[in-house]
């Protein structure tokens, strides 16, 4: 059977291609023609190919290779014509054919189920009875007064038929009315039934008939009424009965005979039609006249079998015989049931179709005259016409699974059985089946049937369905049962039927005709069943049996039929039938019989053929429609459209064909914007045009085939769009009549849920024009079995939120584990609409959004498979779920493809997500008991929807299985509760009283796994439960909305758009007062309101980073840290509490000293400022203005003789100097020393005005430079005449060349220039012993003559000295340093290696090269930096650019298999001469690709540096954020390095998590400078501590554990840093007390009344703290905060 339908399939597929080119062989046969001398030539060349090109001569070669071009060009030439010429021609018949129906399908509002009002109003009508005196009564009426008279014992043929089914369930249903009404009768219902041809016995098919759905609610009265009477054949003398059994049927009494038995075959043998149709009929109305007495014997019979006597299209066809001309009936009748000579001539001359038609019209004949005058019997002749499917019993196009005629003629269409069929242009004659049997039994009870003298009434029944072809076709583009073009050309085909008869039999030859002996001629040879060729012979036989009746119209005279008889209505429920026959959906409503469920991509044809030859679209929808039909095919079982639920829709377009529509759909996949899409492109016939989507732009216009959605309609709502914007595009679009697209809730929900609605793009929609019409917003459900995003969001919730945002990348990737793997099944997709919603004028957004989630929730499709999860995961009993569901209203679809092990597969994760599908039904049930649940379900919108308090009051709670259901999801609900109180109980014993969501889940999730519940107790309900005992929670359930539910890169409201700092200044270079850096550059923060993702930018204009956009960096903190980012807050205060006690004094002390106004201040702010420096303690003093102690006074000294009158007046009025650089230490080294330690005034030198080149030696690159400079103003004055020093600490443009020095710093560029103690030749420092110098002492060199010794022997040198000196010796007013010309070559590189392990051992043998050989700087970022840095590399300028990373990504991950979570890179700087360069650049390359490096290009070195500088503005933003950040650094050994980096990470985790902080700490590190015996490791630290008691106390806590951890590890205590008062209390650890004591005295020699009395490093160290260990030193310890093994809390002061 599957061979011989293939073949069918291939055949008929093959002819009709062959009709398409014949019928348009004169548009392409120039083309055709070109194709074949192509092919000739091509032949004759391949002959002559070999010794042509064989030939010594090289011009023979050269002139066979031209003719091979020319041919192949011919070839390729004629190829394209045709191959371009058939879709060509196809997509103008598509498009014409939609044009000529309107774009819409007549018929789609009628394909709705009806609702069970219009139902009951539609019953009564039909079963009201015309009495012929302008009265009506009903049915049942009429029936209960005969009632009255006798009992009826009625006599039933062919029930097992199509029509005699239906008049038994009328019967009965009449019988049980009585019944219900009170009558006492004795009725009975005679079922005569024979074997069937498969060998069924009578009483099997008796009882398989009894146990049909449609007898479901009769069964009890069949049982009373209904007996069998078993026979052997309608045509043999009484029935082939036993003489027993048939005197027990004579004498039951029988009162009426109904007789619709009979073979309707059109092809069936002249005798077989005689015998069942004429001889079974005659011996009926025999026994009823003779044996029974009967009241009445109905015969069914056929009106179109009268047709044709009749050739006049405007005579009436009157309720009376059929005129037979010259023939009798009688001898006609003998010839059928013998030679058959004369028959066949009557059926010639008469025009009679088929032997079925004339034992119809002899039968009527005989009927009539076989009457006898003594007989009370009347015989009633209903004269039916094509008998099709129910119009409204028991439901529209109901037809028990027969096939009937109707649907067959339609099914064989549909089917290709029938390739063409003569569908007329005028109306086609039909009559419903239930309408048929009212009317047989109005006609055995109406009592004008038996006052006729001539005792045989005719009645008509005929009812008319106009542009059958038209709608049917049209309705079939729309399922996707043919395309377009070939409807077009179908409907052309049959037209051709009655408008052309000269071409009609070659139609029907070539496709029909020749396709059917094809079949045949194929089972024949193979030896195959014929009982499929068999059906298609059966339904091909009606086509010209039929077609002399179809061809013609004719009115009829005929009964009164029931009023509001819709024709589209019932043509649209008997194609719907056909569908569902044909099991074209994959899945069906249970809750919904009559719906139609069609694929959405058609399966039976070519993508390509398809895509192209669709009426709407452009190139881009073609070629997105080829792609996406094959991916959606892979990965899904079944896409299917319910067609039935757009009637309300289509409706309304075809009311108001200009209406703006948009379409409104629930969002919880990507795939969402693909399917809607599809659905205006594959399915024209609805009226859907492709819509415009809005899309955000921060989600999609990153990626790769961001310019192909915009073709494909696809428009940008921005970041900040405002409303009349909006308003503005979309009135653009809408004076175009384009339809339009939105997510009502503005974002995915992953978990299934309804989240709260946006109000914008409705707000938007309601500013059109008038004059454009009212907009209607169309509800749309897109419902998934399993989501493509499952797995992503299993992942992230495992992974603690770390969302991973959408990217090319990742679609690449789940495109190859489609592909390759084949372990993505999505199972089925169903696309439901709902009512649709006008926007009326005065109505509110809100109410318009809520009014159309109403609507999707009530669209929401649940299917077996989510029963099957609910089973497995929460145990509740399949029949209980759904007896739920279903009583609850809800949509069940069965027939689902993911069988129960899927569901025993999944996670449980992605179980609960499953679970939400079908929640929604009953979360108003839990308002009451589980308020917060309920609400999170459901959002409180929704929840307030008055309907729901309804159907919650009503509800019987006492239901067994609602019982189960509602116990088993609240004890899930009650336990994950619990487990949030422990763990906020748990939070606030650590001292954080408020902790946040994030917070709580994280200890929760702890806890979990130590007990049984992690099983089921998973997000997103941990999540939930979470949110309910939160900050802030309880009193907005609206924020219950789990994270996981949205998108990656959604983020909530209430941010503050961008950081605005207190201080703002009109000089170009002012710096921030509570932050680093300029105050014209930064990180400002966008977005993070009303719905739009937060996205950061940096402002200004000095940086390579500046103006760029960096969406993607504030989700990548919220996956570092592991929680969501709390409230922007970026405000500085004032200074609050400044000691003015000693301030004014000092002040007039200096003026009074000759010091200008200009030079001094005792600003709060400067005083603030020069008392801090960079670390975080230090911000954290500016942004709250309390700063324990600052400077009484800031001194700017201008020259070297204003420092010494400085350090002489401090000495001579007790005053305590401290240096003030750039203000960039971030050791507490400029902090002035507490009163109690330190009571004498503090006078900050700021030196910074002491900043120019005293001279610059070229020759032997040497520039004496004054300490206050700048490291930029060094940069740009050294530039200015062609040097450079070469030192780039990270501070480098606020950093002083004094501050470098007594830091002892580092830079960059250390590989090529050295550290700052190998750049400095002198310097110059004041103290209180004087000037301090060591060059040739009191010697003046001439001008033009200043030099420094590169390296001498005399002793201790002063350099040493001051290296390292932290300010505790004295001032530095200058120093000469080496300089160098500008190297002729800069150039930035970067590598990528799989692991930091690896790029380790790769940065080991690049230390071991000679310097010479190695980059200027050479740098290894861990992972995260590595991500960071990604982050902050900018938005991709172009589609090329996006598409090169997306490829990189793709090549990495997918190719080489590496892990995103552990790639490394490794940026370098390569300056010098070209060869130089070129050297280090090969030797470094190939060391890269021994260790497995890739090149990563210069763009990404670069990116690389620019973080170098970005990195400090970046802990500004951050702490906006109250995450708190910091650096160290230490020097390691190479072979202790990796164990340190690894351990610190570790003991930094550690801590982190005793002291039950919230989220995660971001710790990451990278190797910077290089030394042969080691490196320099250095670490970032960021935590978020919001809602923590004492932040930066806990923070320091975990940082002084992360020194420690250096320390232990075996790593220094800085490398560059320095130590100030941060680290002074480890020195006892790392000198011994013998060298402390010695540096002790070198300050005291140097510096006797400790003028200079910073206190940094050894030098403010105090004899009591030198024995204490670092641990009692520091004033808080890792036991303040972490319970000890006892469980008691410790707290010491």
């Known amino acids: 059977m599957k061979v011989l339908e293939k073949v069918k399939v291939v055949l008929a597929l093959f002819l009709n291609l062959l009709g398409l080119i014949k019928s348009l062989a004169m548009n392409f046969s120039k083309a055709l023609a070109a194709s074949k001398t192509a092919f000739s030539l091509t032949r004759g060349f391949i002959l002559s190919a070999k010794q042509a090109l064989s030939s010594p001569s090289f011009l023979i070669r050269v002139l066979m290779a031209l003719a091979v071009a020319l041919c192949a060009w011919h070839w390729f030439v004629a190829s394209a014509a045709v191959a371009l010429l058939f879709p060509c021609v196809a997509w103008m018949l598509a498009k014409k054919f939609h044009s000529e129906t309107g774009g819409t399908s007549r018929l789609l509002p009628y394909l709705a189920r009806l609702s069970k009002h219009r139902h009951e109003e539609l019953v009564r009508n039909l079963r009201t009875i015309d009495n012929g005196d302008g009265t009506k009564k009903s049915l049942q009426s009429l029936w209960n007064a005969n009632a009255q008279l006798e009992d009826k014992r009625v006599l039933l043929t062919g029930a097992t038929g199509f029509v005699g089914r239906s008049i038994l369930l009328e019967l009965l249903s009449l019988m049980k009315q009585e019944q219900e009404d009170g009558i006492q009768v004795d009725n009975k219902i005679y079922l005569m039934i024979r074997p069937s041809p498969a060998g069924g016995d009578p009483k099997t098919r008796i009882q398989d008939l009894r146990e049909e759905d449609c007898f479901s609610g009769l069964r009890t009265v069949w049982d009373r009424v209904v007996e069998l009477v078993a026979v052997d054949d309608l045509s043999k003398p009484k029935f082939g009965m036993e003489q027993a059994e048939f005197y027990t049927l004579s004498e039951s009494g029988i009162s009426h005979v109904i007789h619709c038995a009979g073979n309707i075959r059109h092809d069936a043998p002249m005798e077989e039609s005689a015998a069942a149709n004429i001889t079974a009929a005659l011996q009926l109305q025999t026994l009823a006249y003779d044996e029974w007495n009967s009241k009445a014997c109905i015969v069914v019979s056929d009106a179109l079998a009268s047709i044709s006597s009749y050739t006049r299209s405007d005579t009436i066809i009157k309720e009376e015989l059929v005129p037979l001309g010259r023939y009798k009936a009688v001898d006609l009748y003998h010839s059928m049931v013998g030679d058959q000579w004369l028959a066949s001539k009557a059926m010639k001359e008469l025009g009679i179709p088929s032997p079925y038609m004339l034992s119809k019209c002899v039968a009527d004949h005989l009927l009539s005259r076989s009457n006898k005058a003594a007989s009370v019997t009347k015989t009633v002749l209903i004269r039916a016409a094509i008998v099709g499917p129910s119009w409204i019993l028991p439901f529209p196009g109901f037809n028990g699974g027969k096939q009937d005629v109707l649907s067959s003629l339609f099914g064989a269409v549909r089917s290709g059985s029938v390739q063409v069929c003569a569908f007329p242009d005028s109306p086609l004659p039909v009559i419903p089946v239930d309408v048929l049997a009212v009317g047989i039994i109005h006609s055995m009870l109406s009592e004008n049937s038996m006052k006729s003298d001539s005792k045989v009434s005719i009645w008509n029944m005929v009812w008319f369905l106009p542009k059958v072809a038209q709608d049917a076709f049209s309705l079939w583009t729309v399922i996707g049962a043919f395309a377009s073009w070939e409807a077009a050309l179908r409907l052309l085909l049959c037209k051709s039927f009655h408008t052309n008869k000269k071409i009609a039999k070659h139609i029907d030859d070539v496709f029909n005709k020749l396709p059917e002996s094809q079949v045949w001629k194929t089972a024949f040879a193979t030896e195959a069943p014929v009982g499929g060729a068999f059906d298609v012979m059966r339904l091909r036989g009606l086509v010209p049996s039929y077609e002399k009746s179809l061809g013609r119209h004719h009115p009829y005279k005929r009964r009164q039929l ?91 377009m075809r009311n108001d064909g200009s209406v703006p529509l948009c379409l409104a759909p629930t969002h919880r996949s990507v795939l969402d914007f693909v399917l809607i899409s599809l659905l205006g492109f594959s399915m024209p016939g609805t009226g859907i045009k492709m819509p415009r989507i809005a899309a955000a732009s921060h989600r999609f216009r990153h990626l790769m085939f961001a310019s192909m959605l915009e073709w494909c309609g696809a428009f940008w709502v921005e970041q900040g769009n405002r409303g009349h914007e909006l308003a503005a595009t979309l009135e653009a679009f809408v004076k175009k009549g384009e339809h339009l697209m939105v997510f009502i809730e503005g974002q995915r929900s992953r978990d299934r849920r309804f ?96 009014e159309v989630q109403k609507q999707q929730r009530k669209i929401t499709s649940i299917t077996t498979f989510h029963l099957a999860v609910a089973r497995v995961h929460l145990k509740i009993p399949t029949e209980a779920l759904e007896s739920v569901i279903l009583s609850s209203e809800g949509n069940l679809l069965t027939g689902s493809t993911l069988v129960v092990h899927e569901a025993q597969r999944l996670s449980s994760i992605e179980a609960w997500c499953a679970h939400l599908q079908w929640m929604h039904l009953i979360a108003h049930l839990l308002r009451d008991s589980h308020p917060n649940w309920s609400t999170w379900i459901l959002n409180e919108a929704q929840l307030g929807d008055e309907e729901l308090r309804l159907k919650a009051t009503n509800t019987e709670y006492n239901s067994e299985h609602l019982v189960t259901v509602l116990s088993k999801l609240t004890e899930a609900f009650e336990e994950a509760d619990k487990l949030a109180e422990a763990a906020s109980k748990i939070i606030l014993s650590k001292g954080i009283p408020e902790p946040g969501v994030d917070h ?177 303690e230090d911000i954290e003093h500016l942004r709250k203005g309390s700063l324990p102690r600052c400077p009484d006074l800031v001194v700017w000294p201008e020259n070297e003789p204003d420092c010494v009158k400085i350090v002489e007046l401090a000495e001579q009025h007790s005053m305590n100097l401290i240096p003030f650089g750039g203000g960039t230490n971030v050791t507490h080294a400029t902090n002035p020393p507490p009163k109690e330690v330190d009571p004498r005034p503090v006078v900050s030198i700021d030196m910074r005005r002491m900043n120019k080149i005293v001279w610059l030696n070229k020759e032997d690159g040497l520039a004496h430079i004054e300490a206050g400079i700048v490291g930029r103003d060094v940069v ?4 200015a005449d062609g040097f450079t020093m070469g030192h780039e600490p990270d501070s480098l443009e606020f950093s002083t060349l004094g501050g470098w020095i007594a830091t002892r710093a580092s830079g960059m560029k250390r590989n090529r220039y050295g550290n700052i103690e190998e750049m400095v030749k002198e310097v110059r420092m004041v103290t209180t012993k004087g000037v301090l110098t060591q060059h040739h002492h009191n010697a003046e060199l001439p001008e033009g003559e200043q030099f420094s010794f590169g390296r001498v022997s005399v002793g201790t040198e002063l350099k040493d000295l001051a290296m390292g000196s932290e300010g505790n010796y004295g001032l530095i007013t200058s120093a000469v340093v080496r300089v160098h010309r500008i190297p002729a070559v800069d150039e930035y590189s970067s590598l990528v290696f799989p692991d930091f392990d690896t790029g380790f051992h790769f940065m080991r043998e690049v230390a071991r090269l000679p310097q010479a050989l190695r980059p200027s700087s050479t740098r290894l970022s861990d992972n995260v930096q590595f991500q960071l840095a990604q982050h902050i590399s900018g938005k991709s300028g172009s589609v090329i650019e996006t598409f090169g990373k997306s490829l990189v990504k793709s090549y990495l991950g997918h190719w080489l298999k590496w892990n995103p979570q552990t790639i490394s890179a490794c940026t370098m700087v390569y300056e010098g001469e070209s060869k130089e360069v070129a050297m280090q650049k090969q030797i470094i390359n190939e060391l890269a690709t021994r260790f497995g490096g890739l090149q990563s290009g210069s763009k990404n070195g670069a990116s690389g540096y620019d973080l170098t500088f ?138 006797p009344s400790n003028v200079f009395g910073c206190g940094n490093g050894v030098c403010g160290l105090v004899d009591h703290e030198k024995e204490k260990p670092v641990s009692e030193v520091m004033s808080w310890s890792s036991s303040d905060y972490i319970n000890d093994g006892e469980g008691q809390e410790k707290k010491e002061n």
């Open 562 to 652: 029931p009023d509001k008889m819709e024709p589209a209505f019932y043509l649209a429920s008997v194609l719907r039938t056909v569908e569902n026959m044909m099991n074209v959906g994959v899945s069906q409503k249970k809750s919904d019989p009559t719906a139609l469920v069609v694929p959405l991509i058609p399966d039976h044809r070519s993508d390509l053929w398809w895509a192209l030859t669709q009426p709407n679209g452009n190139l881009a929808h073609r070629v997105v429609g080829v792609v996406t039909s094959k991916v959606l095919r892979k990965a899904c079982s079944s896409i299917s459209v319910d067609l039935a639920s757009m009637a309300d829709l289509a409706k309304e």
């Open 755 to 850: 989240l709260p609605p946006r109000y914008g793009f409705i707000k938007a929609l309601q500013e059109l024009p008038t004059s454009l019409g009212t907009p209607v917003l169309a509800p749309i459900a897109i419902d998934y079995e399993r989501l493509p995003e499952h797995q992503s969001l299993a992942s992230e919730m495992h992974s603690k939120g770390k969302k991973e945002p959408l990217s090319t990348s990742g679609v690449l990737g789940w495109l190859r584990q489609l592909f390759a793997t084949q372990s993505i099944n999505l199972g089925a997709v169903q696309i439901t609409f709902g009512k649709p919603t006008r926007l009326q004028s005065g109505q509110s957004a809100e109410h318009v959004a809520l």
């Open 1000 to 1176: 709580v889940l994280q200890v929760m999730e702890s806890q979990m796994n130590t007990t049984a519940s992690a099983t089921t107790i998973v997000p997103p309900i941990t999540s939930a439960a979470a949110s309910f005992v939160a900050r802030g929670n309880r009193d907005n359930l609206s924020s219950f909305v789990s994270d996981f539910a949205k998108d990656g890169n959604e983020e909530e409201a209430g941010t503050t758009l961008l950081p605005v700092y207190a201080q703002e200044s009109s000089n170009p270079d002012a710096e921030h007062y509570g932050g680093w850096g300029f105050v014209d550059s930064g990180f400002q923060v966008v977005g993070g309101t009303h719905g739009v993702p937060a996205s950061v930018r940096f402002k200004g204009q000095r940086y390579r980073i500046s103006g760029k956009e960096f969406p993607t960096l504030h989700g990548f903190l919220e996956d570092v840290m592991g929680s969501k980012l709390p409230q922007f807050d970026p405000t500085c205060a004032e200074p609050k509490s400044v000691d003015e006690s000693q301030s004014k004094k000092l002040l007039y002390l200096f003026l009074g000293n000759g010091f200008a106004a200009s030079k001094l201040s005792r600003d709060p702010k400067e005083r603030y400022r020069h008392g801090t420096g960079h670390c975080l």
């Open 1276 to 1279: 740009k004055m050294l530039s």
């Open 1510 to 1647: 970005a990195i400090a503005y970046f802990r500004d933003l951050i702490y906006s954020y109250q995450i708190y950040g910091e650096s160290f650094e230490t020097f390691v050994c190479w072979s202790r390095a990796l164990d340190l980096c690894k351990g610190v990470e570790a003991d930094v985790k550690k801590i982190f998590k005793e002291l039950c902080l919230p989220g995660e700490p971001m710790i990451c590190y990278r190797i910077t400078q290089l030394y042969e015996e080691g490196c320099c490791a250095y670490f970032y630290l960021i935590m978020n501590l919001v809602g923590v008691t004492d932040p930066c106390a806990k923070f320091n806590l975990v940082e002084k554990t992360a020194r420690e951890s250096c320390l232990r590890y075996g790593g220094s205590l800085s490398h560059h840093h320095g130590v100030g008062k941060l680290r002074r209390h480890f020195m006892p650890e790392i000198n011994s007390g013998p060298m402390n004591e010695w540096l002790k005295d070198v300050k005291k020699g140097i510096d």
